[in-house]
């Protein structure tokens, strides 16, 4: 079954950070472009950055900019989200997921291969 394995989420403070970590299962990321995406309680899961396996990345929430950054190594068969100045507003469960047309795209429905997430908490 080919899905993605998402780590490195934690409990911290404010203004800390966390790298959380995506790796698939099953089949390597080659072309694909590949989301980061998170989902408040009570929230529907909504996209946060994306990367394609060439160009740059491209951010689908402004409240993250400058904060957040997204990476993606071909050789590792990796993607990586750097989360730096975390807010409390950041808590959530954050999936990666590929969209198996190559391009970005905000819609949760153009994604496949979801993992289980990993639970991110910014708390005093």
């Known amino acids: 079954q080919r899905q993605f394995v998402e780590s490195g989420g934690d409990l911290v403070q404010p203004g800390g950070s966390l790298r959380l970590s995506c790796a698939p299962s099953?089949?390597?990321?080659?072309?694909?472009?590949t989301g980061w995406f998170r989902q408040a309680p009570g929230r529907e899961r909504e996209a946060v950055l994306c990367?394609?396996?060439?160009?740059?990345?491209?951010n689908y929430d402004d409240s993250v900019k400058g904060r957040f950054s997204i990476s993606r190594d071909n050789a590792d068969n990796m993607v990586y989200l750097q989360m730096n100045n975390l807010k409390p507003e950041d808590t959530a469960i954050y999936y990666c997921?590929?969209?198996?047309?190559?391009?970005?795209?905000?819609?949760?429905?153009?994604?496949?291969?979801w993992g289980q997430g990993t639970q991110v908490s910014v708390s005093s």
């Open positions: 990367i394609r396996s060439w160009g740059g990345p491209i």
């Open positions: 099953g089949f390597e990321l080659g072309n694909y472009a």
């Open positions: 997921a590929a969209n198996t047309h190559y391009y970005c795209s905000g819609a949760v429905t153009d994604y496949e291969y």
